[in-house]
């Protein structure tokens, strides 16, 4: 949505890649060659998105790799985008918390750095464990901004307005029942039941996805995806270039007419170019996904044998 926003608006993108060796954090060398980009191609960059928990990597960043980003975006004058709608769906909270962007940039602001950086949160009620995409519904916090811009951005929110549905998902999400209320039970059993389960086949299909042959894959900390690389051969590469693809939009056709199983290829997100992926969520109840896997597994190793 990001890239068809700035084409909308006639901006340009410039995208940076993540580092899939360190669990798919941030490098400051990926951010500084998207930089030299903007300068080859005569852009100013304005803004940097910051996507946390990511999609479609399922990573949640470190303090250090937001601190970073935040550092970056100051030195280089531009506006942060924090988008962490992904935000309580976090599934190894001791080792990878979620982390608010605010809080670090507020964090650094006592040390007296990054004063007056402009940043932009933004939350949503249609991922955690409740809308899940259905309401439509969210919010955005602001900080530094020039009023006139934010007088300008009131205009823009009013006219695409969440309707009272979303508002009412919202102020639930905002304000959820606490412990003597009378739907207190049942809403904790429930949610906790949904997390537990995301959680759950987090693990089970990272875990599974490894032991096969020609996959990687870095255990999701957050968000709702598992994002496998294919080893992908040479074979399969030429075969994709025949047909004008990538070898994972390759994989991605065949998994979806011999099996029925639909994922996005790593091609859609952006990728380092030679390596490939493909974005799968973990939506799908355990049993179901159990037993898709199976005739999963039987495609891929035949994916796999055929291009070997
Ligand atoms: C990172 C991220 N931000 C925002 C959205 C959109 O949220 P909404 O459903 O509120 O439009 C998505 C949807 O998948 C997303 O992955």
Not at 71 to 88: S, T
């Amino acid at each position: 949505m990001y890239n068809a926003a700035i084409s909308y608006y006639g901006g340009a993108e410039v995208s940076y890649d993540l580092d899939e060796e360190s669990n798919w954090g941030f490098s400051l060398a990926a951010l500084e060659s998207a930089l030299d980009e903007c300068r080859t191609r005569g852009l100013v960059p304005r803004c940097i998105v910051l996507t946390n928990p990511s999609n479609p990597t399922g990573a949640v960043q470190t303090y250090q790799d937001i601190q970073n980003i935040i550092e970056f975006a100051y030195k280089n004058n531009m506006l942060v985008i924090a988008d962490q709608v992904y935000q309580h769906n976090i599934y190894e909270p001791e080792t990878y918390p979620f982390i608010s962007c605010r809080q670090v940039m507020l964090d650094l602001n006592k040390q007296g750095k990054c004063q007056g950086l402009e940043l932009i949160s933004i939350n949503s009620v249609s991922k955690s464990c409740y809308g899940e995409c259905g309401r439509r519904g969210g919010y955005w916090q602001y900080e530094n901004l020039d009023p006139k811009v934010v007088s300008q951005l009131l205009d823009v929110i009013s006219i695409g307005a969440t309707n009272t549905d979303g508002m009412i998902a919202m102020d639930v999400y905002c304000n959820p029942p606490k412990p003597g209320d009378v739907s207190y039970a049942l809403w904790k059993k429930e949610y906790d039941a949904i997390f537990n389960a995301l959680q759950s086949k987090a693990r089970m299909v990272a875990k599974e996805m490894n032991g096969w042959e020609g996959l990687s894959c870095c255990v999701p900390t957050g968000a709702m995806y598992v994002y496998p690389r294919i080893h992908a051969s040479q074979k399969a590469v030429e075969a994709a270039k025949k047909l004008n693809k990538e070898a994972d939009e390759l994989y991605c056709k065949d998994l979806v007419e011999q099996t029925g199983i639909v994922v996005l290829p790593g091609a859609m997100f952006g990728q380092k170019a030679g390596t490939y992926h493909f974005r799968m969520t973990i939506l799908l109840n355990q049993g179901d996904m159990e037993e898709a896997l199976l005739t999963w597994k039987a495609f891929h190793h035949a994916w796999m044998t055929r291009y070997q």
